[in-house]
C-alpha cells in the first residue's frame, strides 16, 4: 500500500510539470501518497492512529504533526494544491448554496491523491486596482 504511489510522486516531483510546487505541497503530496491506497488513491486512517489519551486522530492532524504546518499552513498548502489543479481533499458534498464542502460537522476532510498532470500552475493573480499596465 502507498509504495508505488510514493514511487510515482517522487518521479512526478521530479518532473518540470512539479517545478513551481513548494516544499509543503511537496511534502503533502508525499504524505497522503505515503497512506495511500493503490487503487482508490484515498489517504486511509489507522486503528493505531491516536492521541496519548487514546482518542482518534483525523488525517488532517495527521497531516499538521507530519509536516510541521499549523492548521492555517495546511489549509493554506491544500488550496494552493486545488489552484494548481491538484485538489487533494475528497468532497462530502454541497452547501445549500451549490458550494462543494469538504467536511461537515461529524465528518472530518478525507484526503485524496489526484491524478498527476503533465503541467500545473497558479492561475495569474487580478490586477490590482489603481494600477495601470500598458
Not at 517545478?19 to 505541497?25: D, G, K
Not at 482518534?56 to 495546511?74: H, P, S
Amino acid at each position: 500500500m502507498g509504495v508505488r504511489l510514493v514511487g510515482e510522486v517522487a518521479a512526478w516531483l521530479e518532473s518540470p510539470a512539479a517545478a513551481e510546487l513548494t516544499q509543503s505541497e511537496r511534502l503533502v503530496l508525499l504524505l497522503i501518497a505515503e497512506r495511500a491506497k493503490d487503487t482508490t488513491r484515498r489517504m486511509l486512517s489507522f486503528r493505531g492512529d491516536r492521541r496519548d489519551d487514546g482518542t482518534k486522530i483525523t488525517l488532517t492532524e495527521l497531516l499538521q504533526a507530519r509536516t510541521g504546518l499549523t492548521e492555517r499552513g495546511l489549509s493554506d498548502t491544500v488550496q494552493r494544491l486545488s489552484k494548481r489543479g491538484l485538489e487533494v481533499r475528497v468532497p462530502v458534498g454541497k452547501d445549500k448554496n451549490g458550494v462543494i464542502m469538504f467536511a461537515r460537522r461529524g465528518h472530518a476532510t478525507d484526503y485524496i491523491l489526484p491524478e498527476l498532470p503533465a503541467s500545473v500552475s497558479l492561475p495569474e493573480p487580478p490586477p490590482r486596482r489603481g494600477s495601470h499596465r500598458s
